[in-house]
């Protein structure tokens, strides 16, 4: 803890002190409003039409009869919309065909936009919207990623998507141990808490939007882009999201609210459904992994191959980058990965928690606990004997790698000792019990990123940066991080964010968010208090300093950059009903400095805890006959729920880099990753049967108790 002195105060440092959010009290008193609840004058409601083919065109819409109910103010489709531009390149890339709504007639996959109806009232829209009638010329399409797909290609995405180091064959011939096997994940939604909200309106020449979304920035220049506005006349505001997990960027609701708005003259709000955020919002692709493992008598790895094949749409290219975490957790002789994917006749997938991680986690460490088997090895053991001491693919030097001692604590707290490793022996009543463990890896990268400090002439400080609080605890994060920069305490730091006429940040996303923002507040800060430590008096306009990091963040020396983790489960199997309950879990992290370990805590326990509902849960399926899912909604869709989760325990351990300008890691999304894999190992200790996909549900149990 470190102590400043200013004026005649002492301050307790507040980095690393638990801290309640700034903004607590208004978020449960309802005094924090969110996109969809902020009244307008005069404002209408836009309601989505969605196709009910996966593949085709629209031969026409039946307008007239809509337009004459009562309310209803318009309707617009692909014949009479306003043109957009798409050829440009944003700050993510190219802009997805699926936010661009309305510019053809072609309908690529099932809950395509054909149609916005504008109305008086959301009663109002809804009911006229869903009286519009759609006609439709229909093609054949094809959903069923589970065929083969001898078409399918690779993608590249943060890295080649196809990486070979070293003879595969001949390591694969020269092992003692081999392991070959297939893993699947499923199609997974992100279901934020409140769904997708914007609402636009022109003011004076200006176009202003206020949005749920995770980069006022971001979204702003798309829309700009977009509907070829001058940027400085295009104005976003997210004070409050009620959570995105990667799915709140530029949406189809956004667009379609700025069309009506410009159309109608007056402020139009669009709110997605929940069903229709499961065709517009992104998902997480399913994916097919293959692992091959070669390992010498003693686990040393001779060979490593994980390729991976998810999907994209027919009109977008995304790729679940799966096959990069073999990139940074172990080494072999030779080391080849791959990601590739296969266009469909279904929405484009987008980023969702821990994107590539989190399914790339699941069947790399599962294949790990295998090999360890086979190896007559304890998996932590078999890890550290791998344990790299450079990027295994990239040769660059780790800026800290505490792999193994998160392992080490964390199988001291668990009781990793006692555990016998020979699965199906332990009982309690009717149940089977089993212990699981995985390793853990998130990238900890940085972006530019500007922020200004006003010092106020009543001696507190104001602090302005185009941040995104998704519901982490961004806010408070930096008004720690700004009190500690200024030697002030926490209660004189006002933080203003969530305004795309703040400048520019980096959006809430990648675990990048805290880190990119710190570095500007850091910099601010510290050139705000020389000047201040001159005697320089404060005018009553305040003295105000600006930062930008690009600089800085460009001259960042190279290196594999990561948050580490290591997690247990313990689980309990019925195996006459198939039913899985997790008893209890540990997560021991290397994530940096920890600006608030409140926050922190629960950022790292919900990730473990979408970890269990991925493991045991979540699945969306498709119809392979219309193309749409079945029950794209939370009571056909299964999330954990409060009764599925059991105790869990998240710690971390010191992780200073003395090299690095910030000390912070993202912790946002390494909760997750290798928690499906700590269980599905579990489990595999529990009952003696391997399970390599999925969600790990009762009836596959059974099927596999049956076959064994």
Not at 255 to 280: E, H
Not at 481 to 497: K, N, Q, S, Y
Request: hydrophobic content about 45%; proline content about 6%.
């Amino acid at each position: 803890m470190t102590t400043a002195t200013t004026g005649t105060r002492v301050v307790q440092g507040a980095v690393g002190t638990a801290h309640t959010r700034v903004d607590g009290r208004d978020k449960v008193t309802g005094a924090a409003r969110y996109a969809g609840e902020i009244p307008f004058a005069e404002l209408a409601h836009g309601w989505l039409v969605l196709s009910t083919v996966a593949r085709g065109r629209v031969r026409s819409v039946d307008a007239d009869a809509v337009l004459a109910l009562p309310g209803v103010l318009a309707v617009l489709h692909h014949q009479n919309a306003p043109r957009l531009d798409t050829e440009y390149v944003g700050l993510l890339g190219t802009p997805d065909p699926t936010a661009a709504v309305f510019q053809r007639d072609r309908v690529p996959h099932m809950g395509w936009p054909v149609a916005l109806v504008v109305a008086d009232t959301s009663e109002q829209a809804r009911e006229a919207a869903e009286a519009l009638v759609v006609h439709y010329e229909q093609e054949p399409h094809d959903v069923d990623f589970a065929a083969e797909h001898p078409d399918a290609y690779a993608l590249d995405s943060h890295g080649p998507a196809v990486i070979e180091q070293g003879d595969l064959d001949a390591e694969l011939a020269a092992s003692a141990v081999v392991l070959d096997a297939e893993y699947t994940t499923p199609e997974e939604h992100h279901n934020p808490m409140e769904p997708h909200a914007a609402t636009a309106l022109w003011d004076g020449g200006r176009l202003e939007v206020v949005d749920s979304n995770q980069g006022t920035f971001w979204v702003a220049s798309e829309l700009a882009n977009l509907f070829s506005l001058d940027p400085a006349s295009v104005r976003v505001r997210s004070e409050h999201v009620g959570g995105g997990f990667g799915s709140k960027g530029v949406r189809a609701h956004q667009v379609a609210a700025v069309m009506a708005a410009t159309v109608l003259q007056r402020p139009v709000r669009v709110v997605m459904t929940r069903r229709q955020m499961f065709s517009l919002a992104g998902y997480r692709s399913p994916t097919r992994q293959r692992l091959r493992l070669g390992a010498d008598t003693d686990g040393r790895l001779r060979a490593l191959e994980h390729s991976s094949l998810s999907l994209t749409s027919t009109v977008h290219e995304f790729v679940e980058t799966a096959a990069l975490p073999a990139r940074t957790m172990y080494g072999a002789d030779a080391h080849h990965t791959a990601n590739r994917v296969v266009r469909l006749d279904v929405p484009t997938p987008t980023w969702m928690r821990a994107p590539g991680e989190a399914p790339g986690s699941f069947a790399l460490e599962s294949a790990f606990d295998e090999l360890a088997e086979k190896c007559g090895l304890d998996p932590i053991e078999l890890r550290a004997r791998n344990e790299p001491e450079r990027g295994p693919v990239s040769g660059l030097p780790f800026s800290g790698r505490k792999l193994i001692a998160c392992f080490q604590v964390g199988a001291r707290r668990f009781g990793w000792e006692a555990r016998d490793p020979r699965p199906g022996l332990r009982r309690d009543g009717r149940w089977l019990l089993g212990s699981g463990t995985a390793g853990a890896s998130f990238p900890a990268g940085a972006a530019p990123s500007t922020a200004a400090i006003t010092a106020e002439a009543d001696g507190t400080f104001t602090v302005r940066i185009n941040a995104t609080d998704i519901g982490t605890g961004a806010r408070t994060a930096l008004t720690l991080v700004a009190a500690d920069g200024l030697e002030t305490a926490p209660d004189r730091v006002r933080v203003h964010i969530g305004d795309s006429d703040l400048g520019f940040a980096f959006i809430a996303g990648g675990s990048m968010g805290t880190r990119s923002w710190a570095w500007a507040v850091m910099a601010a800060a510290a050139e705000l208090r020389e000047r201040l430590a001159l005697g320089t008096t404060v005018p009553p306009e305040g003295i105000t300093v600006r930062s930008d990091t690009t600089e800085a963040v460009g001259a960042l020396a190279q290196a594999e950059r990561h948050s580490f983790g290591a997690q247990f489960a313990e689980v309990a199997v019925d195996p006459a009903t198939g039913e899985i309950r997790v008893r209890r879990m540990l997560g021991i992290f290397a994530a940096g400095r920890i600006v608030n370990p409140l926050t922190a805590r629960n950022q790292f326990v919900g990730g473990m805890t979408w970890g269990i509902s991925m493991a045991l849960h979540e699945e969306a399926v498709r119809d392979r006959n219309s193309g749409g899912h079945y029950g794209a909604d939370l009571a056909g869709y299964h999330v954990a729920a409060h009764a599925d989760i059991p105790a869990i325990e998240a710690d971390w351990i010191d992780d200073q880099d003395p090299d690095d300008p910030v000390g912070i890691k993202g912790i946002g999304e390494v909760g997750i990753v290798g928690a499906a894999a700590a269980i599905a190992n579990a489990v595999w200790h529990a009952t003696g049967v391997r399970h390599r996909h999925l969600p790990i549900r009762p009836d596959r149990v059974l099927m596999a108790g049956a076959d064994a």
